[in-house]
C-alpha cells in the first residue's frame, strides 16, 4: 500500500467499512461562479454542517465549501463514539476552570448528546445509534479512578446514567480477560460516523443551505472592514460571517486557529462480520467500548457484526504503510480468539488536539469564526461546536463564548514534525500504555 498522506481528505477517505456502507453517494457540485450568502462555512465535517444546519433553519442563506467530500475529514472516519462530558473529565475541568464554569461544560456536553439525537430523529438519519459506552481500566489502578468519577458524576451533577462495574462485570462484558473494572454510561453511545455526516448535510440542503464538494478555499479575505471573500479556484463567495470549520485538515490556511492545534493521525480496522454468537461473545449488549490508554483501544460491533476497532496514532505527515497490520496487533491482545478472523478494511483519519485538551474556538475580525481542536472528542461536541457558532452569528454568543474563553497555548514552532519535544512527550506517554 502506497503512504498515505495524513491531513488530505482525498487520501483514503474510500478506505473505510462506512464509505463501504454509505447511504448516500451523491456527489455535489463544484463552486464554477462568484457567489453571495449571509454565511460561507468552510469545512463539510460535523463543525462545519452543523453551523449550516443551525443558521439555514433560521432562514439565513447559507454556503458550504468543502474540500473534498462532505465527512471525507475525521467526521466520516472516526470511531463512531458518541461520548459524554468534555474530553477533559470533569474533575480536571473544576480544578482548571472552577466549578462554575465546569458545571456549564457538563451541561454543554449533555445539550450535545441532546442535539445528536434529537437531529437524527427530526431528521430520520438512518446512522444505527445504539445506547451504551463502556469506560474500562487497562491497569487494576485506573479501575478505581473510574468508580470514584462515575460517583462524582452522580454527586456533583445529579447524573444518574453511569453505573461502577467490576472487572467480572466488565469482562462479561466484553469477552475479555484484558481489562480491569470500570463504568457503563447509558447515555453515549456508538452510530455511523459517515452517515450522520450525510444525513446532517441533506437536512442543511432540506433548509435551503447551498453545499458544494471539491471544492477547496484557497484564501479568505475576512479581516477588513468589508464582507467577507473566499476564493477557490473556480470562484468567489462573498459573505457577511465565516465559519471556517477545517480541525486537523486545516493545513496552515490560517495561521491563528492552525497555531493551537497539532493533527494527529488514527487508524482503525473493521472485520469481516462475526457470528451472532460470536459476536454476542465479544460485546455481549452492543454498547462502544473505550479504555484508559493514553493511545486509547475503541471498539464497537457494526450493525453486521463486524467489529470495528479504533486505536494507534502516529504524529507525521504520512499515515503507516500496513495501518491494518498497527491495528490488528492491538485488537489480537484484547481479543486472541479474533485471531483468525478476516479485517477487509483498514483506514486513517486526521484529529485535532490542543495543548490543554479542549476545543479552540475563536472569532478573527468582524467576521470570522472559528472552532476546532476537539481532542478525538468530537463526535458530540463538533456537533454542537458548529451549533454554538451559529448561535452566536444569530446574535446569542453565550455557549459559543464559554468555549472561545477557555485559555490556550499555542504549539511551538509550527506544523507536522516541528515541534519534536512534543512529539517525544506524546511518544513517552504512549509507552507508559505499556508499563
Ligand atoms: C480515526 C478517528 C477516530 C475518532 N474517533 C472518535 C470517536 O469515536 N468519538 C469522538 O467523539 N470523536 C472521535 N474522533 C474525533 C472526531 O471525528 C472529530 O473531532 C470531528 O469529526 C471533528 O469534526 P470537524 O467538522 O471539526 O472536522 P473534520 O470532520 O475533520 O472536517 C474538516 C473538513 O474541512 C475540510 N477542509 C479543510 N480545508 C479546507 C479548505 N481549504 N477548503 C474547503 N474545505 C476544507 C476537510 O476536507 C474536512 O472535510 C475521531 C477522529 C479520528 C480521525
Redesign the pocket.
Known amino acids: 500500500m502506497a503512504r498515505n498522506a495524513g491531513g488530505r481528505?482525498e487520501v483514503g477517505f474510500d478506505a473505510s467499512w462506512y464509505f463501504a456502507t454509505q447511504n448516500h453517494a451523491v456527489e455535489r457540485a463544484v463552486l464554477d461562479r462568484d457567489i453571495e450568502c449571509d454565511v460561507c462555512i468552510?469545512?463539510?465535517?460535523?463543525?462545519?454542517?452543523s453551523a449550516a444546519l443551525t443558521l439555514a433553519e433560521s432562514g439565513l442563506s447559507v454556503v458550504l465549501?468543502?474540500?473534498?467530500?462532505?465527512?471525507?475529514?475525521?467526521?466520516?472516519?472516526?470511531?463512531?463514539?458518541?461520548?459524554m462530558g468534555q474530553r477533559k473529565d470533569q474533575d480536571d475541568l473544576e480544578k482548571m476552570l472552577g466549578d462554575q464554569w465546569a458545571g456549564k461544560l457538563w451541561e454543554m456536553s449533555l445539550d450535545a448528546n441532546n442535539l445528536v439525537r434529537q437531529r437524527i430523529k427530526d431528521y430520520a438519519i438512518d446512522c444505527d445509534l445504539a445506547d451504551g459506552e463502556l469506560t474500562i481500566a487497562h491497569r487494576a489502578r485506573y479501575e478505581s479512578d473510574l468508580w470514584d468519577y462515575a460517583a462524582h458524576l452522580n454527586a456533583r451533577y445529579g447524573y444518574q446514567d453511569c453505573h461502577p462495574l467490576t472487572r467480572t462485570e466488565v469482562s462479561d462484558r466484553i469477552g475479555s480477560e484484558a481489562y480491569y473494572g470500570g463504568y457503563l454510561d447509558m447515555r453515549a453511545g456508538?452510530l455511523h460516523?459517515l452517515n450522520l455526516?450525510q444525513g446532517l448535510a441533506q437536512a442543511a440542503e432540506s433548509n435551503g443551505a447551498a453545499l458544494f464538494e471539491t471544492?477547496?478555499?484557497?484564501s479568505i479575505d475576512a479581516l477588513g472592514a468589508g464582507r467577507a471573500r473566499l476564493k477557490?479556484a473556480g470562484g468567489t463567495v462573498r459573505s457577511n460571517k465565516v465559519v471556517l470549520?477545517?480541525?486537523?485538515?486545516?493545513?496552515g490556511?490560517l495561521r491563528e486557529p492552525d497555531a493551537f492545534q497539532m493533527p494527529i493521525?488514527?487508524?482503525?480496522v473493521a472485520t469481516e462480520p462475526l457470528s451472532e454468537s460470536l459476536a454476542r461473545d465479544t460485546i455481549r449488549n452492543n454498547e462502544?467500548v473505550?479504555d484508559t490508554r493514553f493511545v486509547v483501544n475503541?471498539f464497537h460491533l457494526s450493525r453486521d457484526n463486524r467489529l470495528i476497532f479504533?486505536g494507534g496514532e502516529n504524529y507525521t505527515r504520512y499515515f503507516p504503510k500496513d495501518i491494518r497490520k498497527v491495528v490488528r496487533k492491538r485488537l489480537i491482545e484484547i481479543y486472541p480468539q479474533l485471531q483468525n478472523v478476516e479485517i477487509p478494511y483498514a483506514?486513517?483519519?486526521?484529529?485535532?488536539v490542543t495543548m490543554n485538551r479542549m476545543p479552540k474556538f475563536g472569532r478573527l475580525g468582524e467576521h470570522l469564526y472559528y472552532?476546532?481542536g476537539?481532542?478525538?472528542?468530537?463526535?458530540?461536541?463538533?456537533n454542537m461546536?458548529?451549533h454554538l457558532i451559529a448561535e452566536a452569528i444569530k446574535g446569542q454568543a453565550a455557549g459559543f463564548d464559554l468555549l472561545a474563553n477557555l485559555k490556550h497555548q499555542r504549539f511551538p514552532g509550527g506544523r507536522w514534525l516541528r515541534w519534536p519535544g512534543l512529539v517525544a512527550g506524546m511518544l513517552f506517554y504512549a509507552m507508559l500504555d505499556r508499563m
Open positions: 481528505p468552510v469545512g463539510g465535517g460535523y463543525t462545519g454542517l465549501l468543502e474540500k473534498y467530500r462532505i465527512g471525507s475529514g475525521a467526521s466520516g472516519r472516526n470511531g463512531g463514539v458518541l461520548g456508538h460516523p455526516a471544492t477547496e478555499v484557497k477557490t470549520a477545517c480541525n486537523g485538515y486545516l493545513n490556511l493521525n488514527n487508524f482503525m462502544a473505550v475503541y479504533g483506514w486513517g483519519g486526521t484529529l485535532s472552532g476546532q476537539y481532542s478525538g472528542h468530537g463526535v458530540a461536541m463538533a461546536g458548529g
